[in-house]
């Protein structure tokens, strides 16, 4: 394979469908986000690099088609121009630049078909909910904080229900009604499930399949709002998990949200997170947990009384809870004890993991190092944020490594002085050259997301 790699980098430069194929996977099928990076891409070629394109089915099947539809042209110019040929190569060159398009079409004709199937889907997996006239479910939206959650109740609970979570970033209509239709249990009592959205509406179709008894929802962040292009539209979209659940059901958030609530929220259960948690009226002792993930249980507690947990199980529990991995978790990371927080970032996620990870390092008493690429995916109303990430890496870490990410500058502009950061082009470069600099004894390392190539 190592042979033909020159090869391949030659095919994938003249007819680059792999590069393209690639940032429409790692932007989940979206047409607007293909369209979104043809600006930054149309002319770069072989940018796999931290990651490589996954030849699912339905990624074969856009190839195929956008291959075919690219195919077609070529054979019509050579065909129709046979007799010019200097202008045929012309024209097949110029088609060779417009194969995103070409990728384009043949996602949106994919489309089109899928949303089809993926209706029927749903449609079942309404069905299968529904035969389950026991089966309890529990809903999580929010723009962080879901999978936590969910994790918790699944502590929680499990040993009273008969208890199933969809698992991992399963949290689309799509993928929720898959899981249903090839994993739900007849003798399923209780269901927890993350609902996550990049429009409004899907949260909708999702809580439309599991008609939840309890609706949850974390928080209102600000998390891609380049994607919804507002605070309003994020809050609207997050507010369906209360709006697509049973009229009877229980809901509940935290007190921060009230004001930001796009519906009548006179039945909401808000949480205030007051330095202590109780269970059942009564204090209880709560694990080694950050300011934010204590707010987590807190929910989870909470959705554990309407369940009406006994007390002892939730004592014996609570000692012992796992938290997801890439949030938040305290653990070796890259050969330094740290915390791994980069399953994803916003700016609010960003201050939590932050003020963990210091509080992490002074219980140590050694100085906090932090990896970071920045902060993705901000819209106009928090465009700035990078630059307020660096100012507060300039107060809180004693240094920081900043990644070469397209967001290096604005992060390294919130810094006074260069003699608290140093910016790398990669996080492998930082793992081979960089380490060196930082005794692993003398430093608690917090690891930001790299964040994936289209930042690069």
């Given at each position: 394979m190592e042979k033909l790699k020159p090869f391949l980098i030659l095919c994938n430069t003249l007819l680059p469908f792999a590069?393209?194929?690639?940032?429409l996977q790692l932007e989940e099928y979206s047409t607007k986000r293909l369209l979104h990076w043809l600006p930054?891409?149309?002319f770069r070629r072989n940018?796999?690099?931290?990651?490589k394109l996954v030849l699912t089915r339905k990624v074969l099947l856009i190839l195929v088609l956008s291959v075919g539809l690219w195919g077609v042209s070529a054979?019509?110019?050579v065909y129709l121009l046979r007799t010019l040929l200097f202008i045929a190569l012309l024209l097949l060159c110029f088609i060779a630049l417009l194969i995103p398009f070409y990728v384009l079409i043949a996602n949106i004709a994919f489309s089109l078909l899928e949303d089809v199937f993926k209706k029927r889907l749903r449609q079942q997996a309404v069905e299968l909910v529904a035969k389950n006239k026991d089966l309890k479910v529990v809903a999580i939206a929010g723009s962080y904080?879901?999978?936590t959650v969910k994790n918790f109740i699944y502590q929680l609970a499990r040993f009273t229900y008969k208890t199933q979570m969809i698992p991992g970033n399963i949290n689309t209509p799509g993928g929720i009604a898959n899981w249903i239709i090839h994993n739900l249990n007849e003798n399923t009592e209780l269901l927890i499930a993350e609902v996550d959205a990049y429009e409004v509406g899907e949260i909708a179709k999702s809580c439309d399949i599991l008609k939840a008894d309890i609706a949850v929802l974390t928080n209102i962040g600000d998390q891609h709002l380049q994607r919804f292009g507002s605070q309003n539209k994020l809050a609207t979209a997050l507010t369906e998990v209360f709006t697509h659940s049973k009229s009877s059901s229980t809901k509940i958030s935290i007190y921060n949200t009230k004001?930001?609530?796009l519906a009548p929220a006179d039945n909401v259960q808000f949480i205030k997170y007051e330095n202590e948690?109780?269970?059942k009226g009564k204090l209880i002792v709560t694990p080694q947990l950050s300011k934010s993930n204590l707010i987590n249980l807190g929910i989870s507690l909470m959705v554990a009384e309407t369940l009406d947990i006994p007390s002892s199980f939730i004592k014996d529990t609570i000692t012992s809870l796992e938290l997801p991995e890439r949030r938040q978790q305290a653990g070796t990371v890259l050969g330094y004890e740290g915390i791994d927080d980069s399953y994803n970032i916003s700016f609010t996620t960003a201050q939590a993991g932050i003020v963990a990870a210091k509080e992490f390092a002074q219980q140590r008493k050694r100085r906090l190092l932090v990896v970071t690429a920045g902060i993705p995916e901000l819209s106009d109303e928090n465009k700035n944020k990078n630059k307020e990430l660096g100012t507060l890496l300039a107060t809180q870490a004693d240094f920081t490594i900043i990644l070469g990410s397209m967001f290096a500058r604005e992060i390294a502009s919130g810094f006074d002085s260069t003699e608290k950061y140093r910016s790398v082009p990669t996080l492998k470069h930082f793992l081979s050259v960089e380490t060196q600099n930082f005794e692993k004894g003398e430093w608690v390392l917090l690891l930001q997301p790299e964040l994936n190539d289209l930042y690069y």
């Open positions: 590069d393209f194929l690639y940032i930054r891409f149309f940018i796999q690099r931290r990651e054979l019509l110019i904080g879901k999978t004001a930001q609530i948690l109780k269970y």
